[in-house]
Nanobody, 116 residues
């Protein structure tokens, strides 16, 4: 599986962005898709997760209620809708695929910068 993330950019605080992650290769209903982010000088952290075949979604406490993970299976694309962005959301965002316990595939990141 190859993953390609896009959609990052510069946005003012309070604004919105939608990240996309196109998956090429074989994905299965039980494949777990996750978004992570890494801010400058900080460790990578979990943002959101969803099963490729649908069902419950999961979020980090810091983004719950502001971010929404979704997928369009027909387009082989995972999304992260980010609303009410804050400067602390500034980071490189990565999409990944695998199981709940292990992400086997990672895409190159896309930079999100939120100005105050």
């Amino acid at each position: 599986v190859q993953l390609q993330a896009s959609g990052g950019g510069l946005v003012q605080a309070g604004g919105s962005l939608r990240l996309s992650c196109v998956a090429s290769g074989r994905t299965f209903e039980n494949t777990i898709m996750k978004w992570f982010r890494q801010a400058p000088g900080k460790e990578r952290e979990f943002v959101a997760a969803a099963r490729w075949g649908g069902g419950r979604t999961y979020y980090a406490e810091s983004v719950r209620g502001r971010f929404t993970i979704s997928r369009d299976n027909a387009k082989d694309t995972l999304y992260l809708q980010m609303n009410s962005l804050k400067p602390e959301d500034t980071a490189v965002y990565y999409c990944a695929a695998g199981s709940w316990s292990n992400m086997d595939y990672w895409g190159k990141g896309t930079l999100v910068t939120v100005s105050s």
